[in-house]
């Protein structure tokens, strides 16, 4: 079993690795705080994460430049105010932002808003004092909620996109999952991959290393790198994930 060091981060095979948010270094600007989770110096070639947290009024305005973002709502309930427009969100929303564009948190009274927001490529936050007033009209929707009714089904597994191309995200997509209690087999993926665990326990395993994952931690897959995710819960994981470059899950190669 491999160890987990100071950061919070489980190092195992490759650029693979776990991490676990609540053991993070938390910085405060405002009312947000926010931990990193993936970016290049941990060895990432496209994606850059943090988790966001924020309580009542709205957060200074966070921006990427150039950079696609996506945002999963991890707990709570609020809204996301992107570029001078506003959208009401809940815990499980997956939310896009436009290159260029701005975007703001603010949670409902007496709660948290927790968000996991993540950039590609390989992106820094820029601070704006004054939200920018460019929202990119011909791709209005933003914000998708979970539907049963739209999963994809693969035995008792199964999935469901949230962001992708629909909506105007051509360079990464965002989808929910579950995983039954099992273990799949080796396998690998030609896309970089970061899943956030949403619920339940299990394991991580890369060629000869494993580490315990459990609801709230980060996983990162770099391209290539063979592993499998172990449920070993009777109610299983659910999880999201955020691919790029690609926009179908569902493919692995062994």
Partial sequence: MAETDASGRTQLNGNCYVMSPHLASWNQR??????????????????????????????????????????????GAGSVTISGRRFDVRATDGVYIRPFEAFALSAQPGSTLRAYVL????????????????????????VVSVDAAQRTA???????????????????????????????????????????????????????????????????LPRKQIHSLQSTNEAGLDVVGVIYPGDNPSINYY
């Fill in 30 to 75: 405002g009312t947000l705080r926010w931990c990193r989770l993936v970016d290049g110096e941990l060895g990432a070639l496209y994606q850059t994460q943090w988790l966001f947290e924020t309580q009542g009024s709205m957060s200074e305005a966070t921006a990427f430049g150039d950079r696609h973002a996506i945002l999963f709502i991890g707990a």
């Fill in 119 to 142: 950039a590609c490529p390989l992106a820094q936050i820029q601070w704006h004092e004054k939200m920018p007033d460019n929202f990119d009209t011909a791709h209005p929707q933003r």
């Fill in 154 to 220: 693969m035995g008792p597994r199964y999935f469901q996109i949230l962001v992708d191309k629909n909506i105007g995200s051509t360079v990464i997509t965002q989808f929910i999952g579950h995983i039954p209690q099992s273990k799949a087999a080796p396998h690998r993926h030609l896309y970089e991959e970061a899943i956030i665990v949403l619920q339940g326990e299990g394991c991580m395993w890369t060629e000869d290393r494993k580490a315990n994952v459990r609801a709230g931690d980060v996983i990162f």
